[in-house]
């Protein structure tokens, strides 16, 4: 369409805003150009282009070409409010800010500071994320914060930190991989979910890389892979095993790294002895044949880069899952080097920089353990107060939920995060929240869990709020934001400053600007893993994004490879982790028959709060679909588009059919962006990985029937 | 061999493209000298309008610079101007006095614009439209001053004034004749691109003859013949050429209108060729860079021996470089010259396209909005090819994308990342005159992000070049034989005019008919509901089959569920009872599965569902039988009823009379219907337009049409 010709008295009424898209961690760099629209009534239309930047070069997908909308949406929540006679009424800031005061005083008087639970999201800048750790602890006492960030990275990040010593995204850069000569995409739709990213996977192929995707849907990115392993949900541990013991078995091993780098070896090599191809390809349901194939080609590349995300990640045993692909990276030697490493794709815009700095409920800033004495020291240092006021650890997020639900933590304030639609076993969880004394959700939209909320408190949205967001690679970038927050809506931090002086608190949080917050981070985060001490405003200003580890505010030319002679370990070593293959950790029956796994679609994100406001976005992915085999669906006598539910265990929902030959027979996949009835998290399991608490979302035995043939419950 | 002495006259874009030509054919046969009268070594002429309208720059414009010609050995006198040409002795003369002799004499003095003889025409502040200078002194002049005036509305005039309007001036075209363009363009196209230009904010006094140009010791305005007047401190002729033939006419070579050359572009002296504007061949002197440059290509290989066949004439073309506008005009395309083949005219992509013929043989074409075509007609026109060809279908060898491109609707999403549809692409390639995958991808961020459909775009790159628009477009045909005009013409007409009732609507658009036929009354009085619903009362009266197009509802009795079918229908019923719909639309609301009411075959369908209410809209239970599709989910009665409004008023404003609502939906993107109706704001415009219309429709008729069963 050719864009309507203004005139240039219109013209002059333009507004600029360079940003960056909220929707993944990607980070794309954009501008949108605000201009009167031509009715010239108080309306105004929107131009979007890309910036270029290292990481997306200037590309965007439809979910940035249309990110604005939410942002200017009529929906957006721009006044306090609060529940008074069951239904949400405008209050003032004062009272809003005095109620919680009272409310979480009275609750820590009754119960202790730890019935005060704090619960935060992986798209809050660095900045809130900080100082959202920095509140519960400090400001509220409790040590129970954690975040949504759990249910996205939490298996790849304690795998890496457990094998390397540190958990940064990628453990090279994004142009490595072009370089590559093998590369291995396990678990991960970039296609939909990072589709920016995929010209580099392309010049990979260009380059004549062999792609090996895992992946139990013909996905788009698999439409691309050499070799597409289809494996059977929840067995990706198993089918790593079968992957290193081809490389075992041909030798395929980079055994000068191995000595001087590593650690147990001989254990993995013991227990490789114990597994058989055969047993691998039952469990995986592929052929061994192929396993073999795509692990030479693994083995034989000169270099080659792993990536995981979700798909392996979502599983009660990601954590070790991943590991085993970690293994793989160590036996051949492919990182620490040029077009070689690991890489943990995150989803969420900040999921990397969320989890560093403290709103996790084991960490405080820099990566730092808040069981360690010696990070207990600093960082309390930093913040002035005692070690020993510092709370000890918490749980995790779902973890917090059950908590919740037995009434030891009476109060939540939810900031950055919709948890009745995004955590596992969504009935429980609802009933839970039902049961607080006091629910604030921080917020720009009534979302399903503001709905639930006492008070809603109204924030500003990424066109508003300035600060710093970390890419899945380990990049630092600074979203600077001009527009002007709506109505009374609050930057997420400022709200926290606000509450922490009702609390008495003010003097550990004077800050005026994203940036005072920032500086402290740096102070906070430096000496730990993840150092940003040399990262400054003016800087990113300068260089447009830096990587971390960053200790010295100088320059330094050699950004962005880890690894490269030493890993994070105190011995510099990296550790092998021997991997048993497991069954998934729920097998189908004859009740549940078939696996249920979820994931994500291009044009939405997260759980809909954000991409439903936006018209052109809803216009793409109207509602939420179960997608299965064309045989499957014969048998369960489904027709396409027709009303299913889909029935587990935990609970039941119901979602139109969509038909494909494009999945395997025993999996039925459905998107997570959708709450309500169309909820697929009524019906996945709430177990959790035991190394790292991730709920295993992506393995559900269910069982789908058509809605036609139940008879319909009045409601 | 001693190198025979080669003289151009003319520094110019014909003279230059001839010696370019000489090298390429004999690098070492000629020594080469060069005179020319402007300071500058040759430059694009053609962009001056671009460096005028900003887009490019001055230095960027020069074809062959300093160094071009002293790598050549070529001899250049720049601001040289030759004054006296002596046959006899082959000698040149300059003003400056210094001679050459030749062997052989090239003629390239192009041509001047042609000032009128207009009574205070060479007052300071009135100027052409020619060169570099010409350019640089309008620049200077939009630092000084507001008001500009352009005398000519011809292609040269429409570029200079664009360009005026660029440098911050406010610019009137002056033209003598009624339209735009006349030599190049029929009135339809000329008053198209008039709208465009207006819009853009040119003004234009159309059939006015300049008496004088006003003003003291400068110019300060014009006065028309008619005595009115108009301010202007910039005044820019652009009336016409007339070609250089002064030294030539002195010398005594023959000359006509130009300088009379042969078809090896020798002229009455053996030793002295002409070309370019100076020159004329077979009665014609051209006025564009096209047959000039075949001009120079056969003067070439005639000085160098090589040219078997003379040059045949060539068929100028037309094309306008104003940004934003696109204009292409070839062959005999005036009334009484050749008959009309073919009219298209798509209101929707503003486009407009004529084809002429004469003796069954394409003799000319205009095409307005998209001139990607413009190279095939020429061709057609060149070869004078039957009229037949003008359907032809190129021959199949396609990969699987390509076969695909042709097959899949223009709604289609092709890049799912930037979400651009097939039509979206096509467009910027027929409309934008983008040649390649890249170039759209630049333009419409097609392939930009993932790339995953890059195949796609370069097979619809391909398609879009390869066929004609008609292919693509269906050809929008006349309401009736009462008029030449669509329905969507018509409705834009409608819409953009301001009239007092039908007949003035008919009166105005050249209805042939004046009282018309039934088929287009019903359609003027449905439109007229549309856009004029306060003045109704005549158009009812009109508008005979007004019962039959209701919105009559379906609602079987209610299953037990949480929804409230009864309430709906009925606050729907009360907001569109009265509202005029361009044909009949039945709907059918259900509460679910378990009480089927044949929602998805009718043409706006609303369920329950474990998601809420779903809103379908192009359902049709007859044939062609077709299922309706979602349009929205809504978790609110309200909302549900929103939509459905919405749906409905899109459909009143986006169909034609008579046009079903599965039909209207075929040739719309669904994607784009879904963003305006959920779209809140535009939901509420939409909303508050039926709610407008609907308030003036109030009529006595129409009972209750909820037939519950
Ligand atoms: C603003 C503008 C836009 C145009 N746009 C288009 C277009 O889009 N498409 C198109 O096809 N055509 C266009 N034209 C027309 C095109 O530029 C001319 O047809 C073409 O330049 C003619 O080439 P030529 O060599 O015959 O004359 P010129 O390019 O005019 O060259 C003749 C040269 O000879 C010099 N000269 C004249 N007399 C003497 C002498 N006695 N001694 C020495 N030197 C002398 C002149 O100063 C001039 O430099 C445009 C023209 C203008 C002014
Ligand atoms: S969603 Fe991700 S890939 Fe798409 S524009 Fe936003 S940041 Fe870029």
């Known amino acids: 369409m050719q864009p309507i010709r203004k005139s240039s008295a219109v013209k002059d009424a333009l507004v600029v805003l360079d940003t960056q898209c909220p929707f993944c961690s990607v980070q794309c760099k954009m501008r949108v150009v605000k201009e009167p629209d031509a009715t010239g009534a108080n309306r105004f239309t929107y131009s979007i282009e890309g910036l270029p930047n290292a990481a997306s070069e200037g590309r965007l997908c439809v979910k940035g070409r249309n990110a604005h909308q939410h942002a200017v949406s009529r929906d957006r929540i721009l006044q306090p409010l609060m529940k008074k006679n069951g239904q949400h009424v405008p209050v003032t800031w004062e009272e809003a800010l005095n109620t919680i005061a009272s409310s979480f005083q009275t609750i820590t008087q009754a119960h202790g500071a730890d019935a005060l639970g704090v619960y935060g999201g992986g798209s809050l800048t660095n900045e809130t994320a900080y100082l959202l750790g920095k509140f519960s602890r400090v400001a509220l006492g409790t040590r129970y914060v954690d975040y949504n960030g759990r249910f996205c990275m939490s298996a790849a990040a304690s795998a890496g930190n457990k094998t390397f010593g540190v958990d940064r995204g990628l453990t090279c850069r994004l142009s490595d991989i072009p370089l590559a000569r093998c590369i291995i995409l396990a678990g991960t739709n970039i296609a939909e979910c990072q589709p920016t990213l995929m010209p580099y996977f392309t010049k990979a192929k260009e380059n004549g890389a062999i792609i090996i995707v895992i992946d139990p849907r013909i996905t788009a990115t698999a439409d691309m892979a050499d070799i597409h392993l289809q494996v059977k949900p929840g067995t990706d541990a198993a089918l790593a095993n079968g992957l290193l013991k081809v490389l075992f078995e041909e030798n395929l091993l980079d055994h000068s790294f191995i000595a001087n780098r590593t650690s147990g070896y001989e254990q993995l090599k013991a227990h490789m002895a114990s597994v058989l191809l055969e047993e691998v390809a039952e469990l995986t349901g592929l052929k061994e044949a192929i396993i073999r194939k795509a692990a030479l080609a693994y083995g034989l590349a000169e270099t080659g880069i792993i990536f995981t995300a979700r798909g392996v990640e979502q599983q009660t045993d990601g954590h070790v899952a991943v590991r085993n692909f970690l293994n793989m990276v160590l036996a051949t030697g492919k990182i620490g080097k040029v077009g070689c490493g690991y890489g943990a794709i995150t989803g969420q815009g900040n999921g990397q920089g969320g989890r560093e700095h403290g709103q996790k409920s084991d960490q405080l800033p820099g990566y730092r353990s808040i069981e360690k004495e010696e990070d207990r020291r600093y960082v309390a240092g930093v913040w002035g107060i005692e070690p020993d006021e510092l709370p000890r650890k918490g749980v995790s997020a779902y973890e917090m939920m059950e908590f919740v639900h037995r009434q030891e933590i009476r109060s939540l304030f939810v900031m950055g995060s919709n948890p009745v639609v995004s955590n596992p076993n969504a009935n429980l969880v609802e009933e839970a929240l039902e049961s607080l004394e006091l629910l604030v959700v921080a917020d720009m939209f009534m979302s399903e869990t503001a709905r639930m909320a006492h008070i809603i408190l109204p924030i500003t949205a990424y066109l508003e709020n300035t600060g710093t967001l970390t890419n899945l690679e380990g990049r630092v970038l600074l979203r600077e934001s001009t527009a002007a927050a709506p109505g009374e809506s609050l930057h997420d931090w400022a709200i926290l400053c606000q509450l922490a002086e009702k609390l008495g608190k003010q003097h550990y949080f004077k800050y005026d600007s994203a940036q005072d917050i920032f500086d402290e981070l740096r102070l906070a985060s430096r000496g730990g893993l993840a150092d940003y001490y040399g990262i400054t405003y003016e800087r990113l200003r300068r260089e447009g994004s830096v990587y971390w580890p960053c200790p010295s505010t100088d320059e330094d030319g050699n950004q962005g490879m880890m690894f490269e002679h030493k890993f994070a370990h105190p011995d510099g070593k990296a550790i092998f982790f021997p991997v048993n293959s497991k069954l998934p950790q729920e097998i189908p029956d004859e009740r549940y028959p078939l696996i249920m796994t979820n994931g994500r679609v291009l044009a939405h994100y997260l759980t809909g709060v954000q991409t439903h406001k936006s018209p052109s976005l809803a216009a793409r992915s109207l509602e939420n679909y179960v997608e299965m085999h064309s045989a499957t669906a014969r048998k369960h006598r489904i027709e396409d588009g027709e009303w299913v539910e889909v029935t587990s265990r935990r609970g039941s929902f119901s979602v139109r059919s969509r038909i494909t030959d494009k999945i395997r027979e025993d999996t039925v996949f459905v998107p997570m962006h959708w709450g309500g009835l169309q909820n697929v998290n009524k019906a996945t399991s709430p177990e959790l990985d035991p190394d790292c608490k991730m709920p295993g979302f992506k393995t559900s035995a269910v069982h789908i029937a058509p809605l036609r043939l139940k008879s319909y419950k009045s409601e | ?709």
């Not at chain 2, 003598?176 to 190049?184: F, I, K, P, V």
């Not at chain 2, 042969?262 to 051209?286: K, L, N, Q, W």
Request: charged share 20%; hydrophobic share 40%; proline share 3%.
């Open chain 2, 1 to 709: 061999m001693k190198r025979e002495k080669l003289v151009v006259i003319g520094n110019g874009m014909a003279g230059m493209k001839c010696v370019e030509e000489i090298l390429k054919l004999e690098p070492h046969r000629f020594h080469i000298t060069v005179f020319g009268r402007e300071p500058h070594p040759n430059y694009n002429r053609i962009l001056l309008s671009k460096v005028l309208q900003g887009d490019s720059t001055i230095d960027s414009i020069v074809i062959n610079d300093w160094s071009w010609y002293e790598e050549r050995e070529i001899k250049l006198y720049t601001g040289e101007t030759v004054v006296h040409l002596d046959i006899q002795a082959r000698q040149v003369t300059t003003l400056s006095g210094i001679r050459a002799n030749y062997d052989f004499l090239i003629i390239a003095t192009g041509s001047s614009a042609f000032i009128p003889p207009i009574a205070g025409i060479h007052k300071p502040g009135v100027i052409a439209f020619r060169s570099m200078e010409d350019c640089a002194t309008m620049i200077d002049y939009s630092k000084k001053y507001k008001k500009a005036a352009v005398i000519g509305g011809g292609l040269l005039g429409l570029e200079a004034a664009r360009g005026l309007l660029n440098l911050g001036m406010q610019t009137e075209v002056i033209h003598n004749a009624s339209y735009l363009m006349n030599r190049q363009l029929d009135a339809m196209a000329a008053d198209m691109l008039r709208r465009e230009l207006e819009q853009q904010g040119m003004r234009f006094w159309l059939s006015k003859e300049t008496e004088s140009i006003t003003g003291l010791n400068r110019a300060k305005g014009i006065r028309f013949s008619n005595g009115t007047t108009l301010e202007a401190d910039l005044i820019v002729i652009s009336v016409g050429i007339r070609p250089n033939i002064t030294l030539a006419k002195e010398s005594g070579l023959t000359t006509n209108r130009a300088i009379v050359v042969d078809d090896f572009m020798r002229t009455s002296d053996p030793h002295i060729y002409a070309v370019g504007e100076c020159a004329e061949h077979r009665g014609v002197a051209y006025g564009l860079v096209a047959p000039l440059y075949e001009q120079g290509k056969v003067l070439a290989g005639s000085l160098c021996g090589t040219q078997a066949a003379g040059y045949e004439g060539s068929v100028p073309y037309a094309q306008l470089k104003v940004s934003g506008v696109e204009v292409f005009s070839v062959g005999s395309i005036q009334q009484g010259e050749a008959d009309t083949a073919l009219q298209v005219y798509d209101g929707i992509q503003g486009t407009y396209k004529k084809i002429t013929m004469k003796d069954g043989k394409v003799s000319g074409a205009i095409l307005f909005g998209s001139t990607a075509e413009g190279t095939t007609l020429l061709g057609l026109v060149k070869r004078g090819a039957p009229i037949a060809e003008l359907a032809a279908k190129p021959k199949e060898d396609q990969s699987d994308e390509d076969s695909i491109a042709v097959s899949m609707s223009g709604h289609e999403t092709v890049c799912a990342c930037n979400a651009v549809t097939k039509s979206s692409i096509i467009c910027a390639v027929m409309e934008d005159g983008l040649q390649t995958a890249e170039q759209v991808r630049d333009r419409t961020k097609a392939s930009s992000s993932c790339g995953g459909c890059r195949p796609m775009v370069e097979a619809i790159v391909r398609y879009a070049l390869r066929y004609d628009k008609e292919s693509l477009a269906p050809e929008v045909a006349a309401i009736c034989s009462c008029t030449a005009y669509s329905h969507d013409m018509v409705k834009s007409a409608m819409k953009s005019g301001v009239f007092m009732n039908i007949q003035e609507v008919m009166a105005t658009l050249g209805w042939l008919n004046p009282s018309g036929c039934p088929t287009c009354s019903d359609a003027l009085a449905y439109y007229w509901t549309l856009y004029y619903p306060q003045l109704t009362k005549e158009a009812s009266a009109q508008d005979r089959n007004r019962d039959s197009r209701n919105l009559i509802l379906h609602v079987p009795s209610p299953a037990i569920s949480g929804f409230n079918t009864t309430l709906l229908a009925k606050h729907l019923h009360q907001a569109c009872q009265y509202l005029t719909l361009p044909s009949p639309v039945k709907g059918a609301i259900s509460s679910g599965i378990h009480s089927p009411a044949g929602v998805l075959v009718h043409d706006i369908g609303i369920a329950g569902s474990p998601a809420g209410w779903e809103i379908y809209a192009g359902g049709h239970a007859e044939h062609p039988v077709k299922q309706g599709q979602l349009i929205g989910i809504a978790e609110s009665d309200s909302l549900a009823k929103e939509l459905a409004i919405a749906i409905l008023q899109l459909y009143r404003e986006q169909a034609e009379y008579g046009e079903r609502v599965w039909k209207w939906l075929e040739r719309t993107s669904i994607d784009e219907i879904r963003e305006l109706v959920l779209h809140v704001e535009h939901r509420m415009d939409l909303m508050s337009r039926a709610e407008a219309a609907a308030t003036y429709l109030t009529s006595e008729r129409l009972g209750e049409h909820i037939c519950s069963q």
